[in-house]
């Protein structure tokens, strides 16, 4: 079982920076895969980022690429995404997650793949 619990949502003006935290709990000395999602209203969620066991190996959605970073801090069980330069469009619930059945991320960013889910934060970015 791993336990996630997101953090540092809020509201911030467009062209802002926010850096989301995601901390894990549970099984932790297993090297496994870690994501980021949203969700905005009324939209289905989106793959946003994810992030090799040892964070070697990185991969971003097209929206976000050059914008956002992904990293982690496997001593503090905490994985991050740093979010510059905000959009109006970046508004959602941002999820992290696990994928406990690998340690490299697949590019396809496929939800079915992250067995793991914390339970969101809500990010606003006003224009």
């Known amino acids: 079982q791993v336990q996630l619990v997101e953090s540092g949502g809020g509201l911030v003006q467009a062209g802002g920076s926010l850096r989301l935290s995601c901390l894990a709990s549970g099984r932790t000395r297993s090297r496994y895969a870690m994501g980021w999602f949203r969700q905005a209203p009324g939209k289905e969620r989106e793959f946003v980022a994810t992030?090799?066991?040892?964070?070697?190996?990185?991969y971003y959605a097209d929206s976000v690429k050059g914008r956002f970073t992904i990293s982690r801090d496997n001593a503090k069980n905490t994985v991050y995404l740093q979010m510059n330069s905000l959009k109006s469009e970046d508004t959602a619930v941002y999820y992290c997650?696990?994928?406990?059945?690998?340690?490299?991320?697949?590019?396809?960013?496929?939800?079915?793949?992250?067995?793991?889910w914390g339970q969101g934060t809500q990010v606003t970015v006003s224009s």
């Open positions: 997650a696990a994928d406990t059945g690998r340690s490299i991320p697949g590019k396809d960013g496929s939800e079915k793949e992250y067995d793991y």
């Open positions: 992030i090799s066991w040892n964070g070697g190996i990185t």
